[in-house]
């Protein structure tokens, strides 16, 4: 099972980008989904997260202007970013608690991270 990220790239501030990450290699199960950024110096947080059944939480820095959403028949995420902001600019992760079948417990999948960059 991998997660692959895409939708990334420069954007002039107050744009939009929508991120996708779909897991392959047929999961069993997928639980919750979200999105994560780091920006050069800082640690890595949480930009959004969703549930199995859509329950959804954000950073409060994204309230507003961000959100995340799931397929679940097409094992994957989204995040539609609207309104962009300088200081949005980060690699975004995207991760998965993922099932492969029906002997294993759940385990955190990282996607490979794609850039954003938001223009002044």
């Known amino acids: 099972v991998q997660l692959q990220a895409s939708g990334g790239g420069l954007v002039q501030a107050g744009g939009s980008l929508r991120l996708s990450c779909a897991a392959s290699?047929?999961?069993?199960?997928?639980?919750?989904m979200g999105w994560y950024r780091q920006a050069p110096g800082k640690q890595r947080e949480l930009v959004a997260s969703?549930?199995?059944?859509?329950?959804?939480n954000y950073a409060d820095s994204v309230k507003g202007r961000f959100t995340i959403s799931r397929d679940n028949a097409k094992n994957t995420v989204y995040l539609q970013m609207n309104s962009l902001k300088p200081e949005d600019t980060a690699v975004y992760y995207c991760?998965?608690?993922?099932?492969?079948?029906?002997?294993?417990?759940?385990?955190?999948?990282w996607g490979q991270g794609t850039q954003v960059t938001v223009s002044s």
């Open positions: 969703i549930t199995s059944g859509g329950s959804t």
């Open positions: 290699g047929r999961p069993f199960s997928i639980n919750a």
């Open positions: 991760n998965a608690a993922i099932r492969e079948n029906r002997w294993s417990t759940f385990r955190d999948y």
